[in-house]
């Protein structure tokens, strides 16, 4: 009798064990073919269509248009009136490598070092990142993720915010990131004399100098021997590809007189593939960066001026004076890493309220980051042949009132569930919780 109440005590044991631990998972996504039918699309780069529908096959967009037939045993979903858009890209964001930042072990931002452009973000990715699904059911499917810290922190990449492992989240796009040397305060904490701060500046100058003159010179080395004649080096074997124009150096810089220094630096390295991010103050220098035809990944929108006589909009209208100077211009949500990424699109929406076009705010946000980052054919738009990375809303996507609906990323729909969203759940009806006798 005892080894069968044992037996059974085992077995309840491992039954509640089960139900605990499937409670506890987060939904699946869903892969198949889908048809998502009666839904005004904003393609982005082909225009609106009315009444149309969106075919989802095998990852990929199959079919795009106002008469489109359904093919048999796709799941049908009516979007009558819903809006379809491109999954939306923020340009800088530190998802999968910050969960807590007052808590060293929940941060994985930055290693010990100035120059580290070995250090590889993607590696880094937790998958299972909290911020993850809050940001990917607000329509935000792809993402930059950056080191922070130092002046070569490393080397960011572009992931899909769905997947088990960081190699199944990359997106196909990575590069060294520079934080410029920088002649202001860090902040108003900052307490150093001005002379620090320009020796202090003159020194991380002379550091980023002697890299690019290392990189050169093993570059030569590598190609005249073909790789075989080099000794190991992961500083400069990471930065050859970026001297050889293979790899984009994304050079964090600010203010005026730092993109000044930047473009300077820029042209006399012969630099051949440069992404300028942050750019506070571009549009001090907007007619600059648009001839040295540098493109521009800027946030957050939504901040204060950088100084204090400064209008109030100056940061609201960054974005639309540079793009109507003719800089190529991309939107981000921050540069501190708060994650507060699920409001890209109200970023963009500030942008548009203070100057931008919105048709060039929308592109801002999809298919601009996606040419900058070099996957514009596979991300960005809603064309047959790119990835099924969009998302279904009931209004226009700037709106805060506007709720997302579906969200599909490389043809896997999306459980529309976050930590937030449980939460909601919960204390929507809460229960007091107290004895009532």
Same mark, same amino acid.
């Given at each position: 009798m005892r080894k069968i109440q044992s037996i059974y005590g085992i077995v309840i044991a491992v039954i509640c064990f089960i139900v605990i631990h499937v409670e506890a998972q987060s939904p699946k996504g869903k892969y198949g073919t889908f048809a998502l039918t009666n839904a005004t699309i904003e393609t982005i780069t082909q225009g609106t269509i009315a009444n149309g529908t969106v075919i989802i096959s095998n990852g990929k967009i199959t079919a795009v248009?106002?008469?489109?037939?359904?093919?048999?045993?796709?799941?049908v979903i009516n979007c009558s009136g819903l809006k379809i858009y491109p999954g939306m890209i923020d340009g800088g964001t530190r998802i999968g490598l910050l969960e807590i930042g007052q808590i060293p072990q929940a941060s994985d931002t930055r290693e010990k070092g100035d120059i580290i452009p070995q250090m590889k973000a993607l590696t880094a990715v937790n998958p299972n990142a909290t911020a993850i699904p809050i940001t990917r059911i607000s329509g935000v499917t792809t993402v930059i993720t950056a080191p922070t810290g130092g002046l070569m922190p490393g080397t960011a990449a572009l992931i899909n915010l769905h997947g088990y492992t960081p190699d199944q989240m990359y997106a196909g796009f990575q590069g060294v990131v520079v934080n410029f040397p920088s #002649?202001?305060?860090?902040g108003?904490?900052?307490?150093?004399?001005?002379?620090?701060?320009?020796?202090?500046?003159?020194?991380?100058?002379?550091?980023?100098?002697?890299?690019?003159?290392?990189?050169?010179?093993?570059?030569?080395?590598?190609s005249a021997t073909k790789g075989k004649g080099v000794t190991y080096y992961p500083e400069?074997?990471?930065m050859v590809p970026v001297v050889r124009g293979e790899v984009p150096l994304m050079i964090e810089v600010n203010a005026q007189k730092?993109?000044?220094?930047?473009?300077?630096?820029?042209?006399?390295?012969?630099?051949?593939?440069?992404?300028? #991010?942050?750019?506070?103050?571009?549009?001090?220098?907007?007619?600059?960066?648009?001839?040295?035809?540098?493109?521009?990944? #800027?946030?957050?929108?939504?901040?204060?001026?950088?100084?204090?006589y400064d209008r109030y909009d100056a940061i609201y209208a960054n974005a639309g004076m540079m793009k109507k100077a003719g800089v190529k211009v991309?939107?981000?949500?921050?540069?501190?890493?708060?994650?507060?990424?699920?409001n890209l699109p109200y970023h963009a929406g500030f942008a548009v309220a203070y100057g931008m076009n919105k048709e060039d705010a929308l592109k801002a946000v999809t298919i601009t980051p996606a040419e900058i980052f070099n996957v514009s054919d596979k991300l960005g738009s809603i064309e047959v042949g790119k990835d099924a990375t969009l998302f279904v809303c009931d209004g226009d996507i700037f709106e805060t009132k506007t709720?997302?609906?579906?969200?599909?990323?490389?043809?896997?729909m999306m459980p529309m569930q976050s930590r937030q969203t449980l939460l909601y759940d919960e204390f929507l009806k809460r229960e007091p919780g107290l004895n009532k006798n």
């Open positions: 248009g106002a008469n489109v037939q359904v093919p048999s045993g796709a799941e #002649t202001g305060r860090r108003f904490f900052d307490r150093r004399t001005d002379e620090d701060i320009k020796k202090a500046s003159e020194k991380a100058l002379k550091q980023l100098n002697d890299v690019w003159d290392k990189a050169m010179q093993y570059h030569k080395l590598d400069m074997q990471t730092d993109i000044q220094a930047a473009l300077k630096w820029v042209k006399e390295k012969k630099v051949k593939k440069v992404i300028f #991010t942050g750019v506070s103050e571009g549009w001090r220098e907007a007619g600059n960066i648009a001839k040295a035809n540098i493109p521009v990944v #800027t946030g957050p929108v939504i901040a204060i001026p950088n100084r204090e991309a939107i981000r949500s921050e540069e501190d890493g708060n994650g507060n990424y699920r709720q997302v609906r579906h969200v599909f990323i490389s043809g896997w």
